[in-house]
């Protein structure tokens, strides 16, 4: 019984230090901004988006991935992707209603590039937290009332859902 113990204290200790490593908390309490909608409308995500077609703003549509070196991307993701396996793809969106700040969120892991007037428009911020259901992370970005290219890259699944919604 104490060797069962031990085990189960050195397990427990062992947890504390992955989870500690990774640096990254869990659950959707520990989202640094409010999420729910996003997380709400990334559940309701059905059948993909027809390849080619534009995403619409304030609406979760599930994309199709190609993988990752088949992916016609408009220009290399700022990030090289980790897994050599990964997918990826770009979105095309007409302007946002009005010039400001958007979140953009996913479902799965992934890396989100934004290319606006043929420049990568740079993040505010970010949060992500495994063990949220439908919503594993979150960019701010700075978005211009100009048409804009969504890039996804280094997604482990060939669909993934993603939402551009107001701040």
Partial sequence: MKRLAGLAALAALFAAAVAAEAGEPSGCDKLAWPLAYEQAAL????????????????????????????????????RAPRNSRSFAGALALGAPPAAGNYKISLSGEGWIDVIQGGAFVKPLGFTGAPGCPNLRKSVKFPLAAAPLTLQLSDVKNPEIAVIVSPE
């Fill in 43 to 78: 559940a309701r995500s059905a059948s993909p988006l027809a390849p080619g077609a534009a995403l619409a703003y304030d609406t979760a549509e599930t994309v199709r991935l190609a993988p990752f070196a088949e992916a016609k991307l408009d220009r290399p993701p700022e």
